[in-house]
């Protein structure tokens, strides 16, 4: 069975850092594209960033490019999201995906998310 | 502003039938990429419910189903059940934005 479980979500103020963690278990981690997808209160869903398999490619929304860095250790099956320079806006629900196999973007299986709350 | 457009509600009642629209343009499901469906159900993480346009991953009943025209998509979904009450968010890749976009999610009422 898949397992996702996010950490390192929290309170933290308008250009601070947070660096979230999502420990995988299941599946092969080294063979999968994962993704980190936020939701703000009760708002839509935004797709963040994406990281191939292997870590050699990257992807990021426009609004953070510059200030979230994507990166995964297969060793330890965990995938991060550094997120610096963070602004009210950034305050969501971030989650942490795993793609279906040969795909970047279609999101197969979901962890429960870590909320991130930007504020002074 | 999203970038793929969703209605923001849709309802109907038990056993009846829905279909809830996502609109693109040409840099996204107009350009062909494939549109994918999300179920959330309420104070949960989103499920994968339609994939690649026309696709139910197993496990999802087939009164669900997922099609594509020119730069628009849509979710029907027939037999409502109350269980079907959720929100439904649409999902591609945009060219021009060289990312994965998501439409605004639309919000299911089971009357």
């Known amino acids: 069975e898949v397992q996702l479980l996010e950490s390192g979500g929290g309170l933290v103020q308008p250009g601070g850092s947070l660096r979230l963690s999502c420990v995988a278990s299941?599946?092969?981690?080294?063979?999968?594209?994962m993704s980190w997808v936020r939701q703000a209160p009760e708002k839509g869903l935004e797709w963040v960033s994406a990281?191939?398999?292997?870590?050699?490619?990257?992807y990021y929304t426009d609004s953070v490019k510059g200030r979230f860095t994507i990166s995964r250790d297969n060793s330890k099956n965990t995938l991060y999201l550094q997120m610096n320079s963070l602004r009210a806006d950034d305050t969501a629900f971030y989650y942490c995906?795993?793609?279906?196999?040969?795909?970047?973007?279609?999101?197969?299986?979901w962890g429960q998310g870590t909320l991130v709350t930007v504020s002074s | 502003q999203s970038v793929l457009t969703q209605p923001p509600s849709v309802s109907g009642a038990p056993g009846q039938r829905v279909t809830i629209s996502c609109t693109g343009s040409?840099?996204?499901?107009?350009?062909?990429?494939?549109v994918n469906w999300y179920q959330q159900l309420p104070g949960t993480a989103p499920k994968l419910l339609i994939y690649?346009?026309?696709n139910r991953p197993s496990g999802v009943p087939d009164r669900f189903s997922g099609s594509e025209s020119g730069t628009s998509a849509s979710l029907a979904i027939t037999g409502l059940q109350a269980e079907d009450e959720a929100d439904y968010h649409c999902?591609?890749?945009?060219?021009?934005?060289?990312?994965?976009?998501f439409g605004g999610g639309t919000k299911l009422t089971v009357l």
């Open positions: 995906a795993k793609a279906r196999p040969t795909t970047t973007f279609c999101l197969q299986d």
């Open positions: 040409g840099s996204n499901i107009g350009a062909g990429y494939d």
């Open positions: 990281i191939s398999g292997s870590g050699g490619s990257t």
């Open positions: 999902q591609s890749y945009d060219r021009s934005l060289s990312g994965s976009v």
């Open positions: 299941g599946f092969t981690f080294s063979s999968y594209a």
């Open positions: 690649g346009n026309i």
